[in-house]
């Protein structure tokens, strides 16, 4: 499975994006797909996830009513809807993808994903 990740890019506070991630090689109709985050000396952090089957969704509390993930699955794809965005978001961001073996709520964190997008930089200036 591999994963792609795009969509990053300079913007102003208050402004909006949508982050894709693209994969192939195998489908990942069985996975739990996430967008995690990382700033500079910052440790990778978790921005919201889905579950492929069902559409679960997890999200976190800086970012819930502003981020929305969501799924294509007619083109194994996968979105985070980026809105009022915040100098504080600025960060390198990737998807990333793992087994269905557990809800989307326990896999938050960046060990538990096996697979990995190349990230793609959002820098929001104030």
Same mark, same amino acid.
């Given at each position: 499975?591999?994963?792609? !990740?795009?969509? !990053?890019?300079?913007? @102003?506070?208050?402004?909006?994006?949508?982050?894709?991630?693209?994969?192939?090689?195998?489908? +990942?109709?069985?996975?739990?797909?996430?967008?995690?985050? @990382?700033?500079?000396?910052? =440790?990778?952090?978790?921005?919201?996830?889905?579950?492929?089957?069902?559409?679960?969704?997890?999200?976190?509390?800086? =970012? *819930?009513?502003?981020?929305? +993930?969501?799924?294509?699955?007619?083109?194994?794809?996968?979105?985070?809807?980026?809105?009022?965005? *915040?100098?504080?978001?600025?960060?390198?961001?990737?998807?990333?993808?793992?087994?269905?073996?557990?809800? +989307?709520? =326990?896999?938050?964190?960046?060990? @538990?994903?096996?697979?990995?997008? @190349?990230?793609?930089?959002?820098?929001?200036?104030?």
């Amino acid at each position: 499975l591999q994963l792609v !990740g795009s969509g !990053g890019g300079l913007v @102003q506070a208050g402004d909006s994006l949508r982050l894709s991630c693209a994969a192939s090689g195998h489908s +990942i109709s069985y996975s739990n797909v996430a967008w995690f985050r @990382q700033a500079p000396w910052k =440790e990778r952090e978790f921005v919201a996830g889905i579950r492929w089957v069902g559409g679960t969704t997890a999200h976190t509390d800086f =970012e *819930k009513g502003r981020f929305t +993930i969501s799924r294509d699955d007619a083109k194994n794809t996968a979105y985070l809807q980026m809105s009022s965005l *915040k100098p504080e978001d600025t960060a390198v961001y990737y998807c990333a993808a793992t087994g269905p073996f557990k809800t +989307i709520t =326990e896999v938050t964190a960046a060990s @538990q994903y096996e697979y990995w997008g @190349q990230g793609t930089q959002v820098t929001v200036s104030s």
